[in-house]
Structures are given as C-alpha cells and as structure tokens.
C-alpha cells in the first residue's frame, strides 16, 4: 500500500487547511486510517483516525471540535479538514493506515511521506 498525502502550506492562526491522503495498491487490510503530526524535536503523535468502512471518527483532545477527518471510499483518499489553526498546530502531517484501530505510532503499517503544515501567529 502506498499512501501520498498532500495539502500542507503556510497560513495564519484562525485560517483553514485540508488535507488529502491517496491510497493506492492493496488497501483491502488497511482498515483504518490516521493523520499523525510531528512537531520539530517533538515526538509524533496522533491526530484523528477514521474507520475506512463506518466512518466512525476519534480526535485528539488538542484538535477535536476544530478538526474533522473524513473519508471517500469509491476515491481512496482520506482528508483532514484543519479549522481555527493555531501555532501550536505546526508539524509535519503524516497519513497512515493500518488493519487495527489506534492511537499509536506502532499500530500503523502504512505511512504517507509528510507533509508541512506551518500555522503563523
């Protein structure tokens, strides 16, 4: 499975972002879907996941209520809607995917390359 995420910029707080995340290749165990963030000499950590075939959401305290994952089954793309950023909401987002769901790093088979979300003050 090989998974491209894409979307990342450059805004200020109080704007919104989307992200995407195409799926390609032998998706039929990849389960559930996730957005992870890594901020610089920070550990990564989870986002929000999504269950590829219910739909059924789970959000990270830190995002919930500004963030909404969702998913296009007939496309493969998973999408993560970013509103209200904050700085603090700085990081590289990564996409992955696995066959469990879960808020861990370990859990995941799948990962996208990346990409930059920058949030200025």
């Known amino acids: 499975v090989q998974l491209q995420a894409s979307g990342g910029g450059l805004v200020q707080a109080g704007d919104r972002l989307s992200l995407s995340c195409a799926a390609a290749?032998?998706?039929?165990?990849?389960?559930?879907m996730a957005w992870f963030r890594q901020a610089p000499g920070k550990e990564r950590e989870f986002v929000a996941r999504?269950?590829?075939?219910?739909?059924?959401?789970r959000y990270a305290d830190s995002v919930k209520g500004r963030f909404t994952i969702s998913r296009d089954a007939a496309k493969n793309t998973a999408y993560l809607q970013m509103n209200i950023l904050k700085p603090e909401d700085t990081a590289v987002y990564y996409c992955?995917?696995?066959?469990?769901?879960?808020?861990?790093?370990?859990?995941?088979?799948?990962w996208g390359q990346g990409t930059q979300v920058t949030v200025s003050s």
């Open positions: 992955a995917g696995g066959p469990v769901p879960s808020t861990l790093v370990s859990a995941y088979e799948y």
């Open positions: 290749g032998r998706t039929s165990s990849m389960f559930f």
């Open positions: 999504i269950s590829w075939g219910d739909g059924i959401e």
